[in-house]
């Protein structure tokens, strides 16, 4: 059988030399451009996503707020078997706030720019 895996790469690796390289006789034509020109976007990146993964991105919104509803009505009944400690001393609590505070301003500002930018 080692024979034949042999046999099968050497014949597919005279193929490939012999054959000609079809993409020396294309036009150069811009995939950037024609994807711009398409959409009408100026941004490719955001072109690529209105036009191909904008479903996707949707029906994965759909999918997950369907989970986070289930998990939410499944749980609904349920109380904690154990307390929650939060934290007490006043300069963790200003850390913890002041993390959630950049974290909130980085997320928005990637919402808004992200999407301008690749």
Request: charged content about 15%; aromatic content about 10%.
């Amino acid at each position: 059988m080692k024979w034949v895996y042999l046999a099968a790469g050497m014949a597919l690796f005279v193929k490939i030399l012999i054959m000609p390289n079809p993409a020396a006789e294309w036009e150069e034509v811009s995939i950037v451009d024609t994807i711009v020109a398409d959409t009408g976007v100026p941004n490719a990146v955001s072109g690529i996503i209105f036009r191909n993964r904008v479903y996707d991105t949707i029906f994965e919104v759909v999918v997950f707020t369907i989970a986070v509803l289930g998990v939410g009505f499944l749980l609904a009944n349920e109380t904690p078997t154990e307390t929650v400690y939060q934290f007490s001393d006043r300069p963790s609590i200003i850390l913890a706030r002041l993390g959630a505070t950049i974290s909130a301003i980085v997320s928005i500002e990637l919402a808004i720019r992200g999407h301008l930018s690749p």
